[in-house]
């Protein structure tokens, strides 16, 4: 039965997709830590799906601004990550989401990232497929070389114009003069009150519009049309990994399962178990820098 329900929100926090169900399937036996049989499940899979979230990049010393230290300044993402906050305070926004573009410069893609992306490379030269569909919105799994990546939540070096809607790719730091040296994260310090006219603008011949970061904020919906690729990748898939994300917050939670209830081997690395475990074939507790890159390394059946 296919269930759809578009009710979002920014980032990793519970957010509702479009995506085929079978919650009636039935639990499975305690899921096995046998990194042996998985290898098996991997040396005959064809189509692979790698479902990440914010663990991975954790890994990578990247900032989540949730729970309890999780603040820039006096705020949550939860209170900037809004159309209203944007329509608000621009500039206290941008200086937000400014100061995490320049932290995703210091932090590189970790063994986890690195893992997968040999992965998708070496079996798409045997004609087998590796799809990253990520909650992840910092591009390390672009920049360890992966190629086939669903940002379901967009990325923070992606803009788009309030005014003509285009979206576009920008690396510039600062993203413009008027942000460099802000967005400090202290509580101490004071919001930069940038006037809307030099924030980020869009260089469209004829726009000038405001640019906005290109991820989904709390109250929007995702982009239908990730949302139906996503949704035909895991129902082709042949095995399932579910990597550094909590299966209690959406969309993860909705993915595996589905996947699980169809009969697929899913194999879930987190830190420690979730709701969902016991759904699921597979559990391998640890560091996915740790647990992932021995599970995903050449099977001695591979002869490319």
Known sequence: MIVRQLVCRELTFHLCVAVRLNWSAPKMARPSSNLTEFREDFAKAKHIAIITGAGVSAESGVPTFRGQGGYWRKWQAQDLATPEAFSRDPSLVWEFYHYRREV??????????????????????????????????????????????????GSLFKTRCMSCGEVKANHKSPICPALEGKGEP?????????????????????????????????????????????????????????VGTSSIVYPAAMFAPQVAGRGVPVAEFNMECTPATMRFKYHFEGPCGVTLPPALERHESEVI
């Open 104 to 153: 995703m410069r210091s932090k590189m893609p970790n063994p986890a990232h690195l893992a997968i992306a040999e992965c998708e490379s070496r079996l798409s030269k045997q004609g087998r497929s590796v799809v990253i569909i990520t909650q992840n919105i910092d591009e390390l799994h672009h920049r360890a070389g992966s190629e086939h990546v669903y940002e379901i939540h």
């Open 186 to 242: 202290d509580p101490g310090a004071k919001d930069a009150r940038i006037p809307v006219e030099h924030l980020p603008r869009c260089d469209r011949s004829g726009c000038n519009g405001l640019l906005r970061p290109h991820v989904v904020w709390f109250g929007e919906t995702l982009d239908s049309d990730i949302l139906t690729a996503v949704e035909q990748e895991l129902e082709k898939c042949d095995l399932c990994l579910v």
